[in-house]
């Protein structure tokens, strides 16, 4: 499994972004792909969550409301729309997959993962 993260840069407090984590080596109906971020001086943090099949998603409670995290399954691709971003979002965003199940917050139970990309919000 190959994940390529991108769409990230530098951008203003109150902007809207898209990132994009293109997947390939396997189908993916019975997984599920998050998106973390890691900021600097801090642990890997899960942001959102979304099954493969039936595009069910979950957010930490920092982007609920602001962020959409959503599929393209004809493209393998999964997208991360983040609008009203914040200084508190920079970071560097990973994309990662693993099988569908419980504790889909929890990094650890993640299998595969991208190689991230950074994000910047200016104040």
């Known amino acids: 499994v190959q994940l390529q993260a991108s769409g990230g840069g530098l951008v203003q407090a109150g902007d809207s972004r898209r990132l994009s984590c293109a997947a390939s080596?396997?189908?993916?109906?019975?997984?599920?792909m998050g998106w973390f971020r890691q900021a600097p001086g801090k642990e890997r943090e899960f942001v959102a969550a979304i099954t493969w099949s039936a595009g069910t998603s979950y957010y930490a409670d920092s982007v609920k409301g602001r962020f959409t995290i959503s599929r393209d399954n004809a493209k393998n691709t999964m997208y991360l729309q983040m609008n009203n971003l914040k200084p508190e979002d920079t970071a560097v965003y990973y994309c990662?997959?693993?099988?569908?199940?419980?504790?889909?917050?929890?990094?650890?139970?993640?299998?595969?993962w991208g190689q991230g990309t950074q994000v910047t919000v200016s104040s």
């Open positions: 990662a997959v693993r099988r569908a199940g419980t504790y889909l917050s929890t990094l650890t139970t993640y299998d595969y």
């Open positions: 080596g396997r189908t993916f109906s019975n997984y599920v």
